[in-house]
C-alpha cells in the first residue's frame, strides 16, 4: 500500500489530485494549496473535502446565520451560545438545559431505518458531549404524498429506526411532528431534537487544552461505513485488493451509544476530561480539528493507533470514517489510568491516539510516515464563505396573488359536518398514535407530558418539580406563501405550544431545511427565513442557542417547501401545574383567547380539501404573541385552567376535536356573534388558544384576561352528560358530533395507509 | 428495619432508576447491584429491571443470565428470595429457567408503547399479595418482544395451579398465549411481568398509580414472613 506523505507532497507538486471527484470547486483546491504552500497530501485534501463541505463548514449560510448572533435579545438565560456543540440555558435552581436540533434527511432517503437511527444516536452525542444526560429526544417528520407507494417504504423505515434506535437507548421520545406534503417526495425530512440536563458546573466544552494532554478515541471501532465520497482517494491511490466500494450511510449501534452515555458521564463527573468531543460528519478529521482549533492550537495524532473493524482501511478512510458512537477526550497524562478504567467497567474500548501541543499545526503520523500537516484553524473554522446570490422569484407574485378567496366552502349545516368529520381524519390531522405507539415515552419516568399535547413536558427535578418544555412546529405551507413571516410564525407556534402548557418560553434551536443554496429563489427563501426568525427572536427575548442548516433537499428543479423547523423550549417552576390539553368535568367554561379572522391561505383546509396553496400568510403580532403566553402561564401558575390546546393546523374545529378525543367527555359550543361558523371552524389566524375554566375560577380568569386587554370569547361548556361534541349557530342549526365516530375517523387514516 | 431491595443493572438495563424510585415510593431502601458484582449485598429482594441488557444480542436475556451476579440470584431466588422481573427482567427471569416458557416477538411485529389494562388472577405471590384477586388495574406497556408462549402442557400446569398473575384485558398487545401477562414460581417468590408496575406509581408521571402495589405486596411480603420487623 503506497502511502502519499507530506514530503511526497513536496516533491510532487504536479501529482493531480481527485478534488473535484470529492466535491471541491478548483478555486477552493487552489486556496488550499496556497493555505499548505504545497499540494495537500490525498489525506490532507480527504480532511479538507469534508470539512468545507456544506454540511460541515455552513459556507453558504454562514454570512446569513450571523444575524442569529448581532440580534441577540437581553437574556439572563444563556450560559453558553451558538458556536458549541449545543447552547447551554440557565433554568435556575443550579440546573442548566442543553438542546439541538438536527437534520439527517439525505441518509434517511437513501436508508430509512439507518438513517433515522443515527441521526438520533448523533444528536444525543452532541448533547453528552456538552457534560448533560439527555433526558428526552423528539422528531420532527416530514414526508411525501401518503398515497405514492414510496412514502409506505420511507415512513415505515424511518418510524423503525428511530423507535429501534431511541427505545434502546432509554431516552423517552415525548413529541415531534409528522407533516404530509407531495414537496417532500424526493427528499423526506428527518430532524432530531435531543434535550439534557445537567448542574451549571458540568457544563463542559470542545477543546484541547494543556500541553502534553492525551487525546483519547474512545466508543465503537473504527469501520469503513459512512465514507462515501472519499472511496475516490481509496481506489485512486491504493491497490485495488481492498473493498473500494464502501456504504455511505452509517450504521447504528445504540447499545454501544448507551454505554457510550453511561461512560462519558461518569468520566466527566469524575472531573477526568479537559475537553470533549463528539464525532459526527467528517469523523476524525472533525474532531481533532476542532478539538486543536478550539485549544492551544496543536495536536499530533498517531493514526495508526486507531482501533479499526476492517484492517484494510486506509489512513484517508480512517480520518473520513463516520462510524457512529465514538467520542474523542482530551484528558490530562495522570488521569489516563482512571479514564481507562471507567471505559473498562462499561465495556468501552479506549485508546489514546494523539496529544496536545503548542505547535500550531495538526500532524498526523502514520506507521512513521507524516501524512497530515496543516493549521487546525483553516480545517475547522477557515472554510469558504460564499455570498450566494439571492433574488425574489417572479413567481411569488402570482402564488400570493391567488388566494383561497374563490375556494367553494360549505354551504349548509350538513355540509360543515361533513367537512368536520373529513378533515379529522386528513393525514395531516389524524392521530399520530400507531407512529408515537411504536416510541417508549414512559422510561426514565419524568415524563409528564408527551405527544399528543402540545409540548413535551420533562421533570428535571423530583424534589422540587423543576421543570422544562419543548415543542418543535413549522407549517412549511406558510414560509413557501412568505418565508420571513413563516419562519415567523413557526416560532410564534412553538412558543406557544410552550406556554399552553404552563412553561415559559426561554430559548430557541431551528433545523432549516431548504433546497439548493445555488438556486438564487431559494437562497432568498433561507434569506428570508433565517431574518425573519432572527427578528423575532429579538423581539420576543428568547435568543437562537443553536441550530442546523440543511440545503440541496431538491430533485431536479423542484425544491422542498422552505422549512425551518422551530424548537422552543419553556421552563416550568412545578410541573404539577402544568395545563393538559383535555377538558375535565362538567360545566367548565369553554373560551378562545385572541381573535379570529378570515385567514385560509396555506391553512390544512385549503390543501386538503382543495389542493390550494396561495395568498398571503395570516397576520402575526408578536406582542400579542407575547401576552397570549403571559396569560397562559399565569394562568397555569395561579391554577385557573382544567385544560388548554393551541390553535394552528385545521382550526378551532380540529382543536377542539383533539380536546374531545384526549378527553371522552362531551362539549356544547355556539358558534360567536359575527363570526361565520366556517370562518370560527377553520381559519388559521395565529395567536389564538382553546381554554377551559373551572367556573369558579372564571372571574379571575376574566379579569386577567382585561388586565392584559387581550380578546377573550366564551364559546361553550363540558358537558359530562354527553358524549358529542355540539355546536350551535350553523346556517341557523345545530351539527352534534359522536366522539367516538371522530376517534374512529381520526385513528385508523396512519394504520390504512401504513400498517 | 427497611427492607432493602437490589435494582441489578445491566449494561443496556433502562429502567433500573425507575424500579428504584417505585421501591422508594413504597417505603424500601434501594440498593444498586451491578452485573459484575460476586454477591447480592445481603438485600431482601431483587428487581430485574426492564432495558435492552447486553443489546438484546442473541435474544432478549440471553446473555444476561450469564452475568456473574446471575449465578447467586438463582441460587438465591431458589432459595426463596423474592425477585420481580419486569419486561427485560422478565425475559431474563425466563432464560435463567426461574420461570418456565419464554418471550417472543410481538404479533405484529412493532414495538409498543400503551396504557394496558391486565387484571390481577393471583394476590398469593409475594409482589401481588396487596391486589384484589380479579382487580384491573391499567399500567404502561412498552415491549418489542412480549409475546408469551409455553408448551399447552406448561400453560395448563400453569393455569391449574393458579400461576398466572396477571392477563391483558381488552386487547392482546403482542399474541401472548392464554393472554398472559406475568407469572409466578410455584413458591410465589419469583414473578415476571411483561408491562411495567414501576412506571405506575406516581400520578404526574405514570396513566395510575396501579402498579405500586407490586411493591407494596413485597414489603407486606418480607415483613409477615419475619425477614423484617414492620
Known amino acids: ?755 | 428495619m427497611t427492607p432493602r431491595v437490589g435494582v441489578i443493572t445491566f449494561p443496556g438495563s433502562l429502567d433500573d432508576k425507575d424500579a428504584a424510585r417505585a421501591v422508594r415510593l413504597a417505603g424500601g431502601e434501594s440498593v444498586s447491584l451491578w452485573h459484575a458484582d460476586a454477591d447480592l449485598h445481603s438485600v431482601d429482594a431483587v428487581v430485574l429491571p426492564g432495558g435492552f441488557s447486553y443489546g438484546d444480542y442473541l435474544r432478549c436475556g440471553a446473555i444476561a443470565k450469564f452475568a456473574p451476579v446471575m449465578g447467586k440470584l438463582v441460587d438465591a431466588a431458589n432459595g426463596g428470595l423474592p425477585v420481580l422481573g419486569i419486561c427485560n427482567g422478565f425475559q431474563v427471569l425466563t432464560e435463567s429457567h426461574l420461570l418456565p416458557g419464554a418471550l417472543t416477538r410481538n404479533d405484529h411485529l412493532h414495538f409498543i408503547c400503551r396504557d394496558q389494562k391486565l387484571r390481577i388472577e393471583n394476590n398469593s405471590s409475594m409482589w401481588t399479595s396487596n391486589y384484589e384477586i380479579g382487580q384491573e388495574i391499567l399500567i404502561p406497556l412498552k415491549n418489542g418482544e412480549g409475546g408469551y408462549v409455553a408448551d399447552e402442557k406448561t400453560l395448563d400446569e400453569l393455569e391449574g395451579e393458579g400461576r398466572v398473575i396477571a392477563r391483558y384485558l381488552e386487547i392482546n398487545p403482542n399474541g401472548s398465549r392464554r393472554e398472559i401477562a406475568g407469572i409466578t414460581n410455584a413458591r410465589g417468590n419469583v414473578v415476571g411481568i411483561m408491562p411495567h408496575p414501576e412506571h405506575a406509581v406516581e400520578k404526574l408521571t405514570g396513566p395510575t398509580t396501579d402498579g405500586l402495589r407490586f411493591f407494596t405486596s413485597l414489603l407486606t411480603s418480607l415483613v409477615n414472613n419475619g425477614k423484617v420487623s414492620a
Not at chain 1, 423517552?172 to 435531543?194: H, K, M, R, T, W
Not at chain 1, 473520513?320 to 489510568?337: G, H, L, T, W
Request: charged share 20%; glycine share 10%; proline share 5%.
Open chain 1, 1 to 755: 500500500m503506497s502511502i502519499d506523505t507530506v514530503s511526497d507532497a513536496i516533491s510532487s507538486p504536479k501529482t493531480s489530485q481527485p478534488f473535484a471527484e470529492l466535491g471541491l470547486k478548483k478555486d477552493e483546491y487552489e486556496s488550499i494549496r496556497e493555505i499548505l504552500g504545497r499540494r495537500p497530501t490525498s489525506s490532507e485534501l480527504a480532511m479538507y473535502s469534508v470539512m468545507w463541505s456544506e454540511h460541515c463548514s455552513y459556507k453558504s449560510s454562514k454570512v446569513h446565520l450571523r444575524q442569529f448572533g448581532t440580534k441577540v435579545p437581553k437574556n439572563d438565560s444563556m450560559l453558553v451560545g451558538i458556536g458549541e456543540n449545543a447552547g447551554v440555558v440557565d433554568i435556575g435552581q443550579g440546573w442548566a438545559v442543553t438542546f439541538k436540533v438536527e437534520s439527517h434527511n439525505h441518509p434517511s432517503y437513501v436508508e430509512p431505518y439507518q438513517g433515522a437511527a443515527t441521526g438520533i444516536g448523533g444528536i444525543v452525542r452532541d448533547i453528552i458531549s456538552m457534560g448533560a444526560r439527555p433526558v428526552a429526544v423528539m422528531d420532527p417528520l416530514r414526508f411525501g404524498d401518503p398515497e405514492n407507494p414510496d412514502t409506505r417504504r420511507v415512513l415505515t423505515g424511518i418510524v423503525s429506526g428511530i423507535g429501534g434506535y431511541g427505545n434502546c437507548l432509554g431516552l423517552p421520545n415525548i413529541g415531534g411532528e409528522i407533516v404530509f406534503d407531495s414537496s417532500y417526495q424526493g427528499n423526506p425530512l428527518v430532524n432530531a431534537l435531543c434535550v439534557g440536563t445537567m448542574k451549571h458546573e458540568d457544563i463542559h466544552l470542545a477543546k484541547a487544552s494543556g500541553v502534553g494532554n492525551a487525546v483519547i478515541l474512545y466508543g465503537a471501532r473504527t469501520g469503513g461505513d459512512g465514507i462515501g465520497g472519499v472511496s475516490v482517494l481509496a481506489s485512486e491511490t491504493f491497490d485495488a485488493d481492498g473493498p473500494a466500494k464502501r456504504p455511505s450511510v452509517q450504521v447504528g449501534d445504540p447499545f454501544m451509544e448507551k454505554l457510550l452515555i453511561e461512560c462519558t458521564l461518569e468520566v466527566l463527573h469524575a472531573g477526568l476530561v479537559e475537553g470533549i468531543q463528539d464525532l459526527g460528519g467528517a469523523g476524525i478529521s472533525c474532531a481533532t480539528s476542532e478539538l486543536a482549533s478550539n485549544g492551544e492550537g496543536g495536536m499530533h495524532v498517531w493514526l495508526d493507533r486507531v482501533l479499526l473493524r476492517d484492517s484494510t482501511l486506509s489512513p484517508e478512510e480512517i480520518l473520513m470514517s463516520e462510524s457512529q458512537e465514538r467520542m474523542c477526550a482530551v484528558v490530562e497524562p495522570a488521569k489516563i489510568d482512571a479514564f481507562m478504567a471507567v471505559c473498562k467497567k462499561w465495556d468501552v474500548e479506549a485508546v489514546v491516539i494523539g496529544e496536545v501541543n503548542n505547535s500550531g499545526r495538526l500532524t498526523v503520523e502514520w506507521h512513521g510516515q507524516e501524512i497530515v500537516n496543516v493549521p487546525p484553524r483553516s480545517v475547522a473554522h477557515d472554510g469558504p464563505v460564499y455570498e450566494r446570490p439571492y433574488a425574489r422569484p417572479d413567481w411569488m407574485d402570482v402564488r400570493q396573488s391567488s388566494g383561497p378567496e374563490n375556494l367553494v366552502r360549505p354551504k349548509s349545516a350538513d355540509e360543515v359536518k361533513q367537512t368536520w368529520l373529513t378533515m379529522t381524519g386528513t393525514p395531516n390531522l389524524a392521530s399520530k398514535s400507531w407512529v408515537t405507539s411504536q416510541y417508549d415515552r414512559y422510561v426514565m419516568g419524568n415524563t409528564v407530558l408527551a405527544q399528543p399535547e402540545d409540548s413535551g413536558m420533562i421533570r428535571v427535578d423530583e424534589k422540587t418539580g423543576l421543570g422544562i418544555a419543548v415543542s418543535t412546529d413549522c407549517n412549511a405551507r406558510f414560509a413557501a406563501l412568505d418565508p420571513y413571516k413563516g419562519a415567523q410564525l413557526a416560532l410564534a407556534e412553538s412558543y406557544r405550544n410552550v406556554a399552553v402548557t404552563g412553561a415559559k418560553p426561554l430559548a430557541v434551536t431551528n433545523c432549516l431545511n431548504f433546497g439548493s443554496p445555488e438556486d438564487p429563489a431559494v437562497m432568498w427563501q433561507f434569506e428570508q427565513a433565517v431574518t425573519g426568525l432572527a427578528d423575532a427572536c429579538l423581539e420576543m427575548g428568547t435568543p437562537v442557542t443553536g441550530g442546523n442548516v440543511s440545503f440541496y433537499n431538491q430533485t431536479g428543479e423542484v425544491a422542498i417547501h422552505p422549512t425551518p423547523v422551530i424548537g422552543v423550549l419553556g421552563v416550568i417552576q412545578d410541573v404539577d401545574r402544568r395545563t393538559p390539553m383535555a377538558w375535565q368535568r362538567d360545566g367548565e367554561i369553554v373560551y378562545v383567547l385572541g381573535t379570529t379572522r378570515d385567514e385560509l391561505a396555506g391553512s390544512e383546509w385549503a390543501h386538503a380539501i382543495h389542493k390550494h396553496l396561495g395568498g398571503l400568510p395570516p397576520a402575526l403580532d408578536l406582542q400579542a404573541e407575547m401576552t397570549l403566553a403571559e396569560i397562559l402561564v399565569a394562568g397555569s401558575r395561579n391554577e385557573l385552567f382544567a385544560a388548554a390546546h393551541d390553535v394552528s393546523e385545521g382550526g378551532i374545529a380540529q382543536t377542539i376535536a383533539e380536546m374531545a378525543m384526549r378527553s371522552g367527555v362531551g362539549v356544547r359550543l355556539e358558534v360567536p356573534a359575527g363570526l361565520e361558523a366556517f370562518t370560527f371552524l377553520w381559519s388559521e389566524s395565529a395567536t389564538r388558544a382553546v381554554v377551559v375554566v373551572p367556573q369558579d375560577r372564571n372571574d379571575e380568569f376574566l379579569a386577567l384576561c382585561e388586565s392584559k386587554s387581550f380578546p377573550v370569547t366564551k364559546i361553550g361548556v363540558v358537558d359530562a352528560l354527553s358524549k358529542s361534541v355540539e355546536l350551535a349557530g350553523v346556517f341557523g342549526e345545530s351539527i352534534s358530533m359522536d366522539i367516538d365516530e371522530l376517534r374512529t375517523i381520526s385513528e385508523e387514516t396512519l394504520p390504512r395507509l401504513f400498517g
